[in-house]
């Protein structure tokens, strides 16, 4: 999954790869938005955080990855 973040004051979005379910994702945000003063923390699929403060997210695009083929196909 891709996890897209508007960060107010920001011009470009954070994307964290993950390998969650889009429902416990869904959860893990929902639960951080309760507490404006709180921080979303993220885990992307190699291991990284990624720590965001609540009151500075404006808006998450929760979609599969993109994937990307390489090469040529013969139709």
Known sequence: MD???G???TG??????????PDE??????ESLKNPQGTLVLVDDKGRRVIV????IAYVDIAPADTRRVG???G
């Open 53 to 56: 403060p609540t009151a500075k």
């Open 72 to 74: 040529f196909g013969s």
């Open 7 to 9: 960060v107010t004051d």
């Open 25 to 30: 994702i869904e959860a893990q945000i929902a």
């Open 12 to 21: 470009r979005e954070l994307v964290v790869s993950s390998h969650s379910n």
């Open 3 to 5: 996890v897209k973040i």
